[in-house]
């Protein structure tokens, strides 16, 4: 067998540490059922996105889930992150509901392409183990990010620009009738230049084919009441996690934080709570944030009139650094597009939020 994909994976120019014997003996235990002799690995209909496993270098764990890991690697001498996806042999039922969801995944991923919207490589489908390989973003996840920030310590035009790109990976996102279903912080990759991807597809459905949450896996700090519910849902369910993400951007807090997840979800399911906004916020963005966590899903906006609301805050506070002080959203939901071309004697105008 050939191991020479365990090899160190060099970061700018210099060695990785050498992994742990129990790192070592871990990843071999994974690693026993994708090496291959050199040949691509493909099973019915998988010739579109089968990997060449020879070309796959696998370096350091830097995530785990329920049932995944997520490795560094390289692929074809691309910087790649590798999810590898265990199916456990004791329990068939889970095991067939993961190999579904792989599948489903990879599907999805196959149709995407945005700016905003990490890029699928390739995958391996070889029981019990499979893999899917996307592009590796050095920045790490939003969550880590805000980790190392002071609470409420982002500036406003970071937080804006942040939320502006995960707003249109989730507007390309619903315009190709898709749902993603687990939209967190966590499920936010940063680039080095900090550019935005939204990613893990793993829970996400077409429009067509989502609404039951019935046995649903998601993550009760970031669910919308009518899933939590078990209720019927619709793509405004991303509406609602999309604001719980803009408060963590504002605060740098987790949501709910002192409280389980079942209780979080018993809070807002059942008691309508959401999690405090800063004293600080600006009355536009609060009454924005505030519109998509509503508990009626018909009141939350859609996401290309979220993208039209931050493209016109941001320009307008690149313009006026004050322009938040001042400015106080209409009642009504009327654009008057205060475009930089209104600040200053104009501020009153109204925008959308």
Known sequence: MNFQWLKQIPRNGKSERRLSLGEYKRAVSWSKYLVSSGAEIKGEGEEEWSADMSQLLIGGK?????????????????DVAIKMISQPEEDANLASFLDKQFTSEVALLLR?????IITFVA???????????TEYMA???LRKYLQHQEPHSVPLNIVL????????GMKYLHSQRILH????????LLGDDMSVKVADFGISCSESQCGNTKGFTGTYRWMAPEMILEKHHTKKVDVYSFGIVMWELLTALIPFEGMTPEQAAFAVSQKNARPPLPPECPPAIRRLISRCWSSN????????????ILERYSESLEQDPEFFSSFVPSP?????????KCIGGRRSASIRA
């Open 139 to 141: 920045g790490g996840s």
């Open 297 to 308: 899903p018909n009141k939350r906006p859609h996401f290309d009139e979220i993208v039209q």
């Open 181 to 188: 279903r687990d939209l967190k912080s966590e499920n936010v």
């Open 123 to 133: 995958a391996c489908k070889k029981p019990p183990v499979f893999c899917i390989i």
């Open 332 to 340: 009504s939901h009327t654009i008057f597009g205060c475009l930089p």
């Open 112 to 116: 995407l392409w945005h700016p905003n």
């Open 62 to 78: 830097f995530a785990s889930g329920r049932h995944s890991r997520i490795y560094r690697g390289i692929y074809k001498q691309r």
């Open 161 to 168: 620009k942040l939320a502006l790109e995960i707003a249109r």
